[in-house]
């Protein structure tokens, strides 16, 4: 069966930490996204990569980074949290979809809710 | 750029009775367009898909969507509401003919079936 799993479901931080999100994915996917959820607003992409030590900007990369060392394991940092990075954050894999034969839909992570305080 | 619309935030239907929640989406190109849902404190799950081929396209619970070219719209729908169809609806989109490879997702629609 197909797995994304998040290291944490909630977390609490205080403004100024670094905090690290852990996402593996069991599934030898290229690709790795993470947004960020908010009511209203949908989900928003943060970064993504589409291979190890490769990525990319999404809409709001502004006060984070992202690591992928390895093909399975894509983690967001946040270098100095604050309290409007409060929200619920969602990591996702992919195949690289290559043509309209490869499949594209995404598989999600149960999600990490951040609340910093 | 790529662009999705859901124009309701909150879909209330009595249980039995058909389901319809809104898509709109923009793109330069050709569309890959999905429906995910998402219950309470869970991850977004994967509905059905739209590539191409047919227009009507069947997923999974009994959902179906429907793409309209003209009206540029991929609404989903569901013949018979049921209480446990409750949840968070999310359309997303992707554009073929860009290099983006992350889907846009809207803004999300609550649907609400009453017993």
């Known amino acids: 069966d197909v797995k994304v799993t998040q290291s944490s479901r909630y977390l609490v931080k205080r403004t100024g930490e670094k905090v690290f999100l852990e996402c593996v994915q069991d599934?030898?996917?290229?690709?790795m996204f993470w947004y960020r959820q908010d009511p209203g607003l949908g989900l928003r992409l943060i970064y993504f990569?589409?291979?190890?030590?490769?990525?990319e900007k999404g809409d709001i990369p502004e006060g984070y980074s992202v690591s992928r060392e390895k093909k399975e394991r894509f983690s967001l940092i946040l270098e100095s949290a604050s309290t409007n990075q409060t929200s619920m954050y969602l990591c996702?894999?992919?195949?690289?979809?290559?043509?309209?034969?490869?499949?594209?839909?995404?598989?999600f992570g149960p999600g990490t809710r951040l609340t910093v305080l | 750029a790529q662009s999705v619309a859901q124009p309701e935030d909150q879909v209330n239907v009595a249980e039995g009775n058909p389901l319809t929640v809104k898509c709109t989406y923009s793109?330069?190109?050709?569309?890959?367009l999905f429906w995910y849902v998402q219950y309470p404190n869970r991850g977004l799950q994967f509905l059905l898909k739209?590539?191409?081929?047919?227009?009507l396209v069947k997923g999974s619970y009994g959902f179906e969507a429907e793409f309209n070219k003209s009206q540029t719209s991929f609404h989903l729908k569901k013949p018979s509401a049921l209480v446990s169809d409750s949840a968070l609806y999310f359309c997303?989109?992707?554009?073929?003919?860009?290099?983006?490879?992350?889907?846009?997702f809207g803004s999300g629609t609550r649907l609400q079936v009453q017993p």
């Open positions: 996702a894999s992919s195949l690289l979809g290559r043509g309209t034969s490869a499949s594209l839909e995404q598989f």
């Open positions: 599934m030898d996917h290229e690709n």
């Open positions: 990569s589409y291979d190890v030590k490769m990525k």
């Open positions: 793109v330069s190109g050709n569309p890959y």
């Open positions: 739209y590539i191409t081929g047919d227009n």
């Open positions: 997303a989109v992707r554009d073929m003919n860009t290099g983006r490879r992350a889907l846009t």
